[in-house]
DNA sequence: GCATCGGATTTTTTT
DNA sequence: AATCCGATGC
């Protein structure tokens, strides 16, 4: 590899690029030039050691970074870089599944399953085995269900200790063979379906393990251990395993993210080497020091100082606004105020918030001062009713067992074919071992199919969709992809059904429009790769067109990127570290670290904000907490509104502190241990509730650190209450 | 089968 | 505030 490259490099960097093959960790704080050593490892291996790109695989978190990780390799080796292996763990796994899809239990034209669908068969789950919705919330389930899988363990396997976890595990079981009888899979799948081959056919895991020489892994902190299986496997012949990541920016916990992947990657691949990138190239000193003093109140990490050779810089600005209102347009007056000294470019700013709601009133008061603004996230494109209608009948037309996509099109427009119809149908197609789909295809032949005269009247309407179906099936071979789209809508009317000549339904009707665009792209991949792409990349992490305007976003959509001026924005208790962390120290932790992610996005200026009053998720204005994180902030990082803040509170007194700290809200005191440990509430005991009066305690649980006690009521109904919060009253 | 109204219900982050 | 669900009426 060049010497001109490496000499752009600090020695850590550069020892980091040319390390000896076999299993390296690479430690990197934020903006240490992580990406930069990923590319030109990908570099030096192509280059330098001569291995042949397709024997390389790089894998990343988000199909953010793996675009912009692609863009640079292309950048330094150009065209040989062709070859190889380049995606998101999903993205992967997909390619893999795709090869070997005999060995599923699905065919190769599986369809994947997104938040949405899998939501829809869980509610028939449920259905059918006639439980409440409301004790049983589908979400809920699809979480444990998740996490299960991200852990390795199949319906078999699942852990029992409740009777609710027998139940889910049922619902589990019936949830993944309806999966397979969808001819679908989930997200989680995908992970789980290779790993499982990886590791039943060792022919198979050899093949991948004997080409993948070389194995590079981004973001490695928040990989779950599915995937560190696979990455193991992968591994198992080579050994050249290079992961790189930074425990103190793992902010996917929630997703499944294991931390012990660390200690398991230590254990398996001993003697590997590691380095470590401390050296900061984005930020300024104050703006270092201000996120170190946030993360290096959690426990339970290795201490990093965090260095640069920049100068110092400007203090962490901190605004506390009236209200919500008063926050969101202090942001865009600020922003507008800088730009208009002209020293930055618009996209030199970023806003920053922990839930995508928090956007609303940033985009009105964007809009309001006429600054365009880029908006990461939030309302999906692929999300929207009409989008999804449309990528629902590709799908329908793929793979006709998708009952799913079938149930949400076949009578969208409005056909005549209502509820009963679609019962009616899914039942006979049970009787006779099919799918709804395949009746369907079959009905289209018309006098000749044997499922008309069983359907009766209904039997014809159900026909003439078949006959669609039928039709466009055979477009796929021949035609094009964006003729099928064309035609579909067409055959449907989706035009007329749309448009009811409102601002909205003209939208609506350019969004599809806009979705064709994005068939076109696809024209020579086919079908299947589209729907898979749309289901991978359905998130926005697409990075927004590249326009030259500040940019809004979640704070974990914020990783990886960096701006010149960042501000946070709801710096307020019950939102930056969010409710529902609240009584859970690691979820805190990770709050914790998600603050400090997006502090450490900012090079030049950070700041940061927060409302004293805020329309809370319902309804009416509440006041505020300052969040504690900002109680982390040494006086001297820190310039603006502090101040007054503290003079207002200052007047309690706080007793003799050396450094001056914000009052602590008195909630913060009792966060230990306030989970029960036995429940209050016993099975059989008679209770009384202010509002439904006077039932029987069916059952209590603890769970997630509260007791849940569900009862019986008197007048019929069973409720699932929250002990600390129901105000039961115990009878005698 | 479809439209409409009223009531209940909302848990954050994303592949 | 917005969306979803169920019941009701046509």
């Known amino acids: 590899m060049d010497k001109e490259l490496l000499a752009l490099l600090n020695p850590q960097q550069q020892k980091a690029v040319v390390a000896p093959e076999g299993a390296v960790l690479v430690l990197a704080g934020p903006g240490s030039g992580k990406t930069r050593v990923l590319t030109y490892r990908i570099a030096y291996l192509v280059g330098g050691l001569n291995i042949p790109p397709h024997n390389i695989l790089a894998v990343t978190f988000t199909n953010k970074a793996a675009k912009e990780m692609n863009a640079r390799v292309e950048k330094i080796i150009g065209s040989h870089a062709s070859g190889l292996w380049l995606g998101t763990f999903h993205a992967i796994c997909g390619r893999i599944l795709r090869r070997e899809a005999d060995l599923l239990p699905v065919d190769k034209n599986y369809v994947i399953f997104d938040e949405d669908d899998q939501r829809a068969l869980m509610k028939q789950v449920l259905k059918e085995a006639n439980v409440d919705e409301k004790l049983y919330r589908p979400n809920s389930i699809l979480d444990a269900i998740s996490r299960a899988k991200n852990d390795l363990t199949k319906p078999a396997d699942y852990p029992i200790q409740t009777f609710r976890d027998e139940k889910i595990r049922d619902f589990y079981t019936r949830y993944q063979q309806l999966l397979v009888k969808n001819n679908a899979m989930d997200f989680d799948d995908m992970l789980l379906y290779t790993a499982d081959i990886l590791?039943?056919?060792?022919?198979?895991?050899?093949?991948?393990?004997?080409?993948?020489?070389?194995?590079?892994?981004?973001?490695?902190?928040?990989?779950?251990?599915?995937?560190?299986?696979?990455?193991?496997?992968?591994?198992?012949?080579?050994?050249?395993?290079?992961?790189?990541?930074?425990?103190?920016?793992?902010?996917?916990?929630?997703?499944?993210?294991?931390?012990?992947?660390?200690?398991?990657?230590?254990?398996?691949?001993?003697?590997?080497?590691?380095?470590?990138?401390?050296?900061?190239?984005?930020?300024?000193?104050?703006?270092?020091?201000?996120?170190?003093?946030?993360?290096?109140?959690?426990?339970?990490?290795?201490?990093?100082?965090?260095?640069t050779e920049k100068t110092r810089g400007e203090k962490v600005a901190l605004y506390e606004a009236m209200d919500d209102?008063?926050?969101?347009?202090?942001?865009?007056?600020?922003?507008?105020?800088?730009?208009?000294?002209?020293?930055?470019?618009?996209?030199?700013?970023?806003?920053?918030y922990r839930t995508n709601a928090q956007s609303r009133l940033l985009e009105e008061e964007f809009r309001r001062a006429g600054i365009n603004y880029r908006l990461v996230g939030a309302q999906r494109f692929y999300g929207r009713r009409e989008v999804k209608d449309a990528i629902a009948y590709l799908r329908l037309v793929h793979n006709p067992r998708d009952q799913v996509s079938l149930a949400r099109v076949i009578n969208t427009p409005p056909r005549g074919i209502g509820d009963k119809t679609v019962e009616k149908l899914a039942q006979y197609a049970a009787s006779v071992n099919l799918t709804s789909g395949e009746v369907l295809l079959d009905l289209a032949l018309g006098d000749r199919s044997v499922h008309l005269l069983p359907l009766g009247r209904e039997g014809l309407k159900l026909a003439s969709f078949g006959k669609l179906l039928t039709t466009w099936r055979a477009l796929v071979e021949q035609g094009s992809l964006a003729d099928l789209f064309d035609r579909i809508l067409k055959d449907v009317d989706y035009q007329v059904y749309i448009n009811d000549r409102s601002e909205e339904g003209f939208d609506r009707w350019e969004n599809v429009m806009e979705l064709r665009l994005v068939v076109m792209e696809y024209e020579d991949q086919g079908l299947g790769e589209f729907l898979e792409s749309m289901a991978l990349v359905a998130d926005q992490d697409t990075l927004p067109e590249v326009m030259d305007a500040p940019t809004m976003m979640t704070l974990h959509a914020a990783k990886g990127l960096e701006f010149e001026q960042v501000f946070i924005v709801g710096l307020d208790e019950m939102l930056l570290p969010h409710v529902r962390s609240r009584d859970d120290v690691e979820a805190m932790a990770e709050e914790r670290r998600l603050f400090y992610v997006g502090m450490t996005r900012a090079r030049q200026k950070l700041t940061l904000v927060r409302a004293r009053r805020r329309r809370s998720s319902y309804g009416s204005y509440e006041e505020t907490q300052p969040s504690r994180f900002l109680d982390d902030l040494p006086d001297d990082l820190i310039e603006g509104e502090r101040r007054t803040y503290r003079s207002r509170l200052s007047s309690a007194p706080t007793g003799p502190s050396r450094t001056p700290r914000w009052e602590v809200p008195a909630f913060r005191v009792p966060l230990k241990d306030t989970t029960p440990k036995e429940t209050k509430y016993k099975s059989g005991m008679r209770v009384r509730h202010p509002i439904y009066g006077n039932g029987t305690v069916r059952i209590s649980r603890i769970e997630l650190g509260d007791e849940t006690v569900e009862v019986n009521f008197d007048r019929g109904v069973l409720k699932a209450l929250v002990a600390s919060l129901a105000n039961l009253e115990i009878l005698g």
């Open 325 to 352: 209102h008063d926050e969101a347009e202090y942001v865009v007056k600020a922003i507008s105020r800088a730009m208009n000294l002209g020293k930055a470019k618009q996209s030199d700013f970023a806003t920053m």
């Open 199 to 307: 590791e039943r056919f060792p022919v198979i895991r050899d093949k991948y393990a004997h080409r993948f020489e070389h194995i590079l892994v981004d973001e490695f902190q928040d990989t779950n251990q599915a995937q560190y299986f696979i990455l193991y496997h992968l591994a198992s012949k080579h050994h050249n395993l290079y992961v790189v990541g930074d425990e103190d920016q793992s902010i996917y916990r929630w997703r499944g993210a294991d931390y012990r992947n660390l200690k398991r990657f230590e254990k398996d691949f001993p003697g590997y080497l590691k380095i470590l990138l401390e050296q900061n190239y984005r930020s300024t000193q104050s703006i270092l020091d201000a996120a170190m003093a946030v993360i290096d109140q959690n426990d339970n990490r290795t201490r990093k100082k965090l260095f």
